[in-house]
C-alpha cells in the first residue's frame, strides 16, 4: 500500500493574466491572456502527493461560493480524501491574483479568505496521527501550523513545514524540528539574517530537523547539523509557468517519504518533479504523474 499524506492546506482560486512581461510598480500592461486555475499552496502540494503517488487527506477550508465548489471537486478528482474540508459560511474562498511573464516568472497577490479561519480540532489530530507525513506551509495560521506540527510529533509522525509566504520561525516550532523547505529568500526572513550562509549556520544552531534549501533549477541544499548535500536539478522542460514547482516539490518530497524513501532519494524525486512542472499554465497542470518522475530519475 502507498504511504498517506496528511495535508493542511491552503486552498485558492487562481486569476491568472499571462503577460508580454510583469508590470513595474503603478504600471498598467494591457494585452495579456486571462485564465482561472486552481490553486492554494497546500491544495497543490496535495495534489502534485497524489499523482505521485500517495494517498492524500485534506485538512483545509473554503467559502460557500462557487470558487469554493469549484476547488473542491478539483480535490476529489484528483483522489484527495476531503472529509475535513471546512466549508466557512460567510468568508469567501481564497483567492490569488498571480501574472505570468515570458520566462514562466511571475508576481502573485493572495486574499486568503476562508484559509484564514482554519484551526485544528480533535478529529484533525487523528488524522495527522495517522499518516505516515503531515506537510502545511504558512498560507494557513501560525496557530494551524503549530498545532499539526505538536500532533505530528505526539504521534510521531513525520512533518514537512514548506515555510512559505516568508515569515520568521518560532521558537516553538525551531524545537519541534521538522523537515524546513525554504527557498533561499524564505530562508533568511524565517531567521532574520540577510545573509545566506550564515542564516542557514544560524537557522541549524537552532532547529531541531533537517533544512532543505530549495534553489530552482540548480536543485536543492540539504543540511543537517555541520553536514552538507547538494542535489543537482534536473533539465527543465521549456519554462512556461514556475508557479507550481515549489508546491510540486514538497508534494512529491512528502509522497516518496511516505513511501518509506530515504531522504537523499525523497530530494532527488522532488527535484525530477519540479522540473516537469514548469512545462504547462498553471501551477497543477505540469505536475507529473510517478510514473513519469521515475522515468525521469532512471533516464
Partial sequence: MPGTVCVVASINV???????????????????????????????????????????????AVGDDEHGRRARAALEREGIGI????????????????????????????????????????DDHALVGSADVVLTSHEVPAEAVLDALVAAQHAGTQAILNPAPARPLSSDILRIGPILTPNEHELVVSIGNEVTESALDELLARHAGPVIVTQGAAGALLAVGADRERFAGFPA??????????????????????????????????????????????ARAGMPTREEISAVLDG
Fill in 237 to 282: 522542460a521549456v519554462p512556461v509557468d514556475t508557479t507550481g514547482a515549489g508546491d510540486t516539490f514538497n508534494g512529491v518530497l512528502a509522497a516518496w517519504l511516505a513511501d518509506s524513501a530515504a531522504l537523499p532519494d525523497a530530494i532527488r524525486a522532488a527535484n525530477a518533479a519540479a522540473s516537469l512542472s514548469i512545462g504547462a499554465a498553471g
Fill in 14 to 60: 487562481d486569476l491568472v493574466v499571462t503577460a508580454a512581461r510583469l508590470p513595474q510598480p503603478g504600471e498598467t500592461i494591457s494585452g495579456g491572456r486571462f485564465s482561472i486555475h486552481d490553486g492554494g499552496k497546500g491544495a497543490n502540494q496535495a495534489v502534485a502527493a497524489a499523482r505521485a503517488g500517495a494517498r492524500v487527506q485534506l485538512i483545509g
Fill in 83 to 122: 472529509g475535513r474540508l471546512r466549508v466557512h459560511p460567510t468568508e469567501p474562498t481564497g483567492v490569488a491574483l498571480v501574472v505570468v511573464g515570458p520566462r514562466g516568472e511571475n508576481q502573485i497577490a493572495v486574499a486568503p479568505g476562508a484559509n484564514l479561519g482554519l484551526s485544528l480540532e480533535e
